[in-house]
């Protein structure tokens, strides 16, 4: 295998007819991927001023093996599963492109590997910046007793509640790009402009707990972000949403419910599994040291 063997395109129509089968024959682990593109071919051609993303593929006799995609320069790279020689000749070939990357975020081995190759090929080091385990859906299980109260799907006129917790949420996780973001008041092209957001509600009409879920793509819903606020956890909140969210998901014909959770919160990670999410592997983000910004 060659490092020119990864082909490279910014046209995002170009990569899905070409890799699109391929991401979407296995959802579930390519959630972040099919999640994120389908966000930048609904916004069409970069506008003036803003970068155009890059997309990768890796292709053997006419079968997509491998894929990878980056927003921009300050965003990190995310590859599909890589085994160790695709992650050096891929490693290589931006290397050798000039290409600098700030990090990688992708299944825990393949960011491994790939981080190790960068610093073989570049130099740069790699500190963990992030970790989380992702979950399908497998039988849902509501929680008994469910808290007194319904779902309700919210509403423009929510917008603003809805703003303000997701920024929360980003501050109890330390999304502090996020939290800019959203305090710049570019919402639609946050992280969460593209979600559908649920309240639970308590019978007065109350909003206690939030989830929003992404659009199906491939099948394949992803919920994001589950936020509770402190003062209103420990009461089945949190819980009794995420039901909500799955069992819409489900009904609107979702085959893969899928969420990331954060292993070194037991507490959530507990919770979900209860009502039905199955843990599927390890994610993990590494930012890159030593390597010039483009």
Known sequence: MRPDDWQLTDDVDDFLARAGEFLESRP??????????????????????????VFGLLEREGE????????DSHSRLNPTALSPEQADTLAAH???LG???????SDHDTATTF???WQRHTGATSVRSWGARLHRLGTLT???PAPAGRGRVAGEQNRDQVVRWCREFCVDVGETVSIEAIDAGSWTTSRFGDRHFTFWETPDGT???MAAVTTMTAGMVRIDPVYTPAHLRARGYAGAV???????ALTAGATDVVLFADPANATSCALYERIGFVPVGDFTGYDFLGAARE
Not at 30 to 46: D, N, S, V
Not at 64 to 71: C, D, E, K, L, S
Not at 99 to 105: F, I, K, Q, R, Y
Not at 242 to 248: D, G
Request: cysteine-free; proline content about 12%; aromatic content about 4%.
């Open 28 to 53: 579930t682990p390519h959630t972040q991927t099919l999640t994120t593109i389908e966000k930048l071919r609904k916004r069409g051609p970069a506008e003036h001023g803003t970068e155009a993303p």
């Open 64 to 71: 997509v093996q491998a894929a990878f995609y980056r927003v």
């Open 94 to 96: 931006l290397a050798g």
């Open 99 to 105: 290409h600098s990357l700030p990090g990688v975020l």
């Open 115 to 117: 981080a190790e190759a």
């Open 142 to 144: 509501p929680p008994e």
């Open 207 to 209: 909003p206690t707990s």
């Open 242 to 248: 995420t039901v909500e969210v799955s069992r819409a």
